[in-house]
């Protein structure tokens, strides 16, 4: 797992580290390992020519000191400070190494204290303007984990300048604007082509929007000890740990019966998908139960099904139901021993009674937004709060799928995965998700464990079959046994 920490945490963390160490290691060690990711980014070090974008804060110290190590590889090192409180010392530092210093006044003589920072005067403008188009990189120090969301007009007319020169921005810890707990972007930011965070990954890094704002990330260790993470990112490796392998001791039952209610008369085809993407996954035996007219096109796609109720370990329940969803019958499962998959139709069976054993929901946004009560764009720009909130509300597992899939459990762990294609943005691709996601739970898996799995070899697969074109949720599912081979190392 990729392991996400809040704001307070990690200040936590750096705090406990800090009365270890001598004053400024930990800020050393960010902008030591800020300098490596930007010389390797470039290529080299020599002649290039950056640029620092630097706010009041420590995320400004963090640039000033990268470029004071770049500016000593004989990089050309140019500071544009947005605040009359940049860091002093990193100030002196990079002015020391041979940067150079753009106060507000517009002056470029190196300045350890400048007294004011506006960005104001014709001479001045036109001097960062062009050190911003001639750079091969700007480092965005504007701010980190002290920001509050959105950028101050003056920090976002330098950026518009980077971004109108095509110069990629490096962001440092997180592109700034960005909300760091919770990876929302209510406001303008900066849109990074890369990011360099320390000590841990942050909410903002994993979680959509500001996660696409981030670019790959990498993250620089200063030694932090941090406590379990507030959020965390599903890996290959971890496909390894949690995928059910069958052993030589297992049988078809033993690994696992889901029982699937899925399709109608109206959307025959559902069924037949959710039952690829179930038979696709661990389990040893799949049960359809659903009109007799589906059951036949079901077995006529999969002879393997066995049609009719019977012994299932878990229930997949709701991919294309419409009206043969049964309420009363659905409530009285979930109130079962047995654990329950809900999707699409099969959501309007949920009550918030909070009467029910292992339950994984995978809603879209707009399902999501049905549940809670709220319009649907709410919850696309807040989908790790309206995630979290419907899992303590209805106190089920919820996976709300998107680009980066959020899987929000009961008792406040959340997972993401994030390697989905937008090619997986297509009809009948939840129906696969559903299938294979129940057929996790049949092997056993909890409704986290089973909605992370499911959700990344449902990403993977996708990814095989689309090779960066169009596919069908069927190609989908045909791809996950591959998928899951690859990630299983079996190959
Ligand atoms: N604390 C530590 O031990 C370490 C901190 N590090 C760096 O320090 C950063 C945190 O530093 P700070 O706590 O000083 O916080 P920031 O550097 O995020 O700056 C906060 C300051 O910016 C102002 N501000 C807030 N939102 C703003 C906005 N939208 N536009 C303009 N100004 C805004 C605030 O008034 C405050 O003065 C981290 O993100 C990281 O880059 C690293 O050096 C590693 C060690
Ligand atoms: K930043």
């Known amino acids: 797992m990729r392991h996400a920490h809040t704001v307070d945490q990690v200040r936590a963390a750096e705090a406990d580290l800090m009365a270890r160490l001598p004053e400024g290691t930990l800020m050393q060690r960010a902008a030591t390992g800020l300098a490596v990711a930007i010389s390797n980014f470039l290529g080299h070090s ?25 500016a000593r590889r004989g990089a050309h090192v140019t500071a544009i400070l947005l605040s009359d409180k940049a860091h002093e010392a990193g100030i002196a530092a990079l002015t020391a190494a041979g940067g150079r210093v753009h106060p507000a006044d517009g002056s470029s003589t190196p300045a350890t204290a400048p007294s004011s920072t506006r960005l104001a005067g014709a001479a001045g403008e036109a001097r960062w303007e062009e050190a911003i188009a001639g750079a091969d990189v700007v480092v965005d120090g504007i701010v980190g984990i002290g920001g509050r969301p959105g950028l101050k007009p003056e920090a976002l007319a330098v950026v518009q300048v980077a971004v109108d020169h095509d110069v990629p921005i490096v962001a440092v810890d997180m592109p700034s604007g960005v909300d760091v707990d919770s990876g929302e972007t209510p406001a303008e930011h900066v849109k990074a082509a890369f990011t360099v965070t320390f000590g841990t990954h942050k909410i903002c890094h994993l979680v959509d929007p500001a996660a696409a704002a981030c670019g790959p990330v990498h993250l620089v260790d200063i ?29 078809k039952y ?13 959307y025959p085809g559902a069924a037949v998908i959710a ?11 799949l049960r359809y139960v659903g009109p007799d007219e589906v059951a036949t096109a079901v077995r006529a796609a999969h002879p393997e099904i066995v049609a009719g109720e019977g012994r299932v370990q878990a229930w997949a329940i709701g991919s294309g139901l419409g009206d043969e969803l049964d309420v009363a019958k659905v409530r009285e499962l979930l109130m079962s021993e047995i654990p329950v998959l809900l999707d699409a139709d099969g959501l309007k069976a949920l009550d918030d009674s909070g009467d029910h054993n292992a339950v994984l929901v995978t809603p879209h946004a707009g399902e999501l937004a049905r549940l809670l009560g709220v319009a649907r764009k709410v919850v696309e720009a807040e989908r790790l709060k309206y995630a979290r909130q419907a899992a303590e509300r209805y106190e089920v597992t919820v996976l709300l799928k998107g680009a980066t899939t959020i899987i929000a459990a009961p008792d406040g762990q959340v997972r993401v995965s994030s390697n989905a294609t937008p090619w997986l943005a297509t009809a009948g691709a939840g129906d696969v998700l559903a299938g294979l996601c129940g057929s996790l739970l049949a092997a056993g898996l909890s409704p986290l464990d089973a909605g992370s799995v499911g959700a990344y070899l ?22 996950v046994a591959e998928a899951t081979r690859l990630l299983l190392d079996l190959a």
């Open 458 to 479: 449902h990403g993977a697969a996708a990814q095989l079959a689309s090779a960066d074109g169009p596919l069908t949720a069927m190609q989908v599912a045909g791809k």
């Open 275 to 285: 039952t690829s993407g179930a038979l696709a996954g661990p389990i040893g035996m």
């Open 254 to 266: 033993s690994r696992g019966v889901l029982g699937l209610m899925a399709g109608s008369a109206q």
């Open 223 to 251: 030694g932090l000890e941090l406590p379990p993470a507030a959020v965390s990112a599903i890996q290959d490796a971890d496909i390894r740990d949690l995928y059910p392998v069958p052993h030589g001791e297992s049988d």
């Open 46 to 70: 020599y002649g290039a020519r950056v640029v620092l974008l630097v706010g009041s804060g420590d995320n400004g110290g963090d640039a000033l000191y990268a470029g004071e190590i770049l």
